[in-house]
């Protein structure tokens, strides 16, 4: 029963100022060249503002935590929470599409399981086969870093 509680709807607050540190931090390590650490912190900032949305709404319970943003959005989407243009604008950021990735992780293989997002292996937890450094190609961490930045915006006073 406790993995199903509902977080307190007074915490979006924490989450979105959440979201907003994890993207300074992001833009001091890419200053830095821990292009590593950048991207990691870009899309946890994405993640932490999306959840804020639901956390907002009082619908986010233990049950739904995931590092996966297109099912966070999805939950978003399902229960109406954001004006069609938001949402779409949301969507445009988040997702992958016409050859560019959206702000959620590169998924560098299919079928390696760590909770529900297959990513999370390699980016946090290295193994044998796989570096996080695999996950950065030319411009990722800076690319990731735009997209949080623009989430951010969009949803700041939106929801």
Known sequence: MERNRVMSNSDWQTWFQN???HLAIAKAAMNAGLDEVAYEKAVYSGECALKAVLIKD???TRGDWTHNQEDILAK???RGLLNPTTLS???DIITDKDGADGL???DLTVGVSHQDC???QQTRYPTDDHTSYEMLRAGNAKEKILLADR???VLDGNF
């Open 151 to 153: 989430l951010i915006k």
């Open 19 to 21: 979201a907003k540190e």
């Open 104 to 106: 959620s992780w590169v």
């Open 89 to 91: 604008q949301v969507e």
């Open 118 to 120: 297959p990513h999370v």
């Open 76 to 78: 978003i989407k399902s």
């Open 58 to 60: 009082g619908s986010f």
